[in-house]
């Protein structure tokens, strides 16, 4: 394994954002995750729910947040604590709910520590991230250009 193993790059019309994946807190959803970027699952999709100081989700493919790949992944909750850049997976109320869909966050969201499973922080282009345009849903959506895998 490289050190290039967990690291993706999330590509935004304003540049490219570098993500850490986190398998010692999230494996089953990091290999998931990997598995949708290979599949080039990602490319194209818009932000469909964005909250101004709070996140950024994407991930579904009717763009209205009920789609997903099919394929339900079981929670993986940790002590590792929502701060500005983390990346969570989306889900329903139901915890095992989790598909395709995630979240990045702008800031501190305590209220979903232990709720929402942590696979991934974004190291690098935060600032790409925070100008997604705002809304549920934008007017305008940003969409994600490409997401690949650094290896």
Same mark, same amino acid.
């Given at each position: 394994?490289?050190?290039?193993?967990?690291?993706?790059?999330?590509?935004?019309? /304003?540049?490219?954002?570098?993500?850490?994946?986190?398998?010692?807190? @999230?494996?089953?959803?990091? @290999?998931?995750?990997?598995?949708? $970027?290979?599949? +080039? #699952?990602?490319?194209?999709?818009? #932000?469909?729910?964005? *909250? %101004? +100081?709070?996140? @950024? &989700?994407?991930? !579904?493919?009717? +763009?209205?947040?009920?789609?997903? /790949?099919?394929?339900?992944?079981?929670?993986? #909750?940790?002590?590792?604590?929502?701060?500005? +850049?983390? !990346?969570?997976? @989306?889900?329903?109320?139901?915890?095992?709910?989790?598909? /395709? &869909?995630?979240?990045?966050?702008?800031? %501190?969201?305590p209220h979903l520590d232990g709720e929402y499973t942590v696979w991934g922080e974004v190291v690098?282009?935060?600032?790409?991230?925070?100008? $997604?345009?705002?809304?549920?849903?934008?007017?305008?959506?940003?969409?994600? *250009?490409?997401? /690949?895998?650094?290896?």
């Open positions: 394994m490289t050190e290039d193993d967990d690291i993706a790059y999330l590509d935004l019309k /304003s540049g490219r954002v570098t993500i850490r994946l986190r398998p010692d807190l @999230a494996p089953k959803h990091v @290999a998931r995750i990997k598995e949708l $970027i290979g599949e +080039g #699952f990602y490319d194209g999709l818009t #932000f469909h729910r964005v *909250i %101004e +100081g709070f996140m @950024a &989700q994407t991930g !579904c493919p009717e +763009g209205t947040g009920m789609g997903g /790949s099919g394929k339900k992944l079981k929670a993986e #909750f940790t002590d590792e604590p929502f701060v500005r +850049g983390t !990346c969570g997976m @989306a889900r329903a109320r139901n915890p095992d709910s989790g598909d /395709s &869909q995630f979240f990045i966050t702008f800031g %501190e969201t690098d282009g935060m600032d790409h991230v925070d100008a $997604i345009e705002i809304g549920e849903p934008p007017e305008e959506p940003d969409t994600i *250009i490409k997401f /690949s895998l650094a290896s």
